[in-house]
């Protein structure tokens, strides 16, 4: 009896340990992201509370890689930078499908709040991104129809802010057919998960 005592001890404290390790990975302990630019780093609080699908979403873009090489193609002083979808040539890259629009969350698009861009379609967010850069009220969801559905927030800067501050001074001009394009490349040399 002492003998299996024993085991079942050791056996509960391996259920333990695969648990906590599990618990380890959930995504409020990885929810912190760095964009590492050619204007130096911009460090991303996730909320996964408000935004899971969203954060989940972004989280997995940065897991595979995806936003290094891509640039910040549209900035606009006195509202926002967009980027994370074209590389500097301004060639888009392949993305996943959409996800769901969660701006009913309530987060609003307050300035140094990071939120999904997407086209008129609601539900039509991908890999792209933009992070506020005033209280943008108007973006904020009113109603789950047409342009009242809003963009969806589901995180904020809580380092880096001179850095968007930087970007969002950069010099711009039009290029075919986007506008606001950074004269000198804005670049996502990479975008990590702070372990």
Not at 30 to 50: C, Y
Not at 105 to 129: C, E, G, V, W
Request: charged fraction near 20%.
């Amino acid at each position: 009896m002492h003998y299996l005592r024993v085991l079942y001890s050791a056996l509960v404290l391996l259920a333990l340990g695969a648990f906590t390790a599990h618990a380890a990975e959930s995504p409020k302990e990885r929810n912190i992201v760095e964009l590492h630019t050619n204007k130096g780093v911009i460090v991303v609080e996730l909320n996964f509370d408000k935004a899971p699908v969203t954060a989940t979403n972004f989280r997995a873009y940065v897991e595979e890689g995806f936003y290094a090489g891509t640039v910040f193609h549209r900035v606009i002083p006195g509202f926002m930078i967009q980027g994370g979808g074209l590389t500097a040539k301004m060639v888009e890259k392949k993305t996943r499908p959409p996800i769901k629009n969660e701006a009913a969350n309530k987060l609003p698009n307050d300035k140094y709040s990071i939120a999904m861009a997407r086209t008129s379609d609601p539900h039509s967010a991908t890999a792209q991104f933009f992070i506020n850069t005033k209280d943008n009220v108007f973006l904020n969801h009113k109603a789950p129809s047409g342009n009242d559905w809003g963009y969806c927030v589901f995180g904020r800067v809580i380092g880096g802010k001179s850095v968007v501050d930087a970007i969002e001074k950069t010099p711009t001009r039009t290029l075919g057919p986007y506008e606001n394009v950074p004269t000198e490349p804005v670049v996502i040399e990479k975008a990590t998960l702070r372990e």
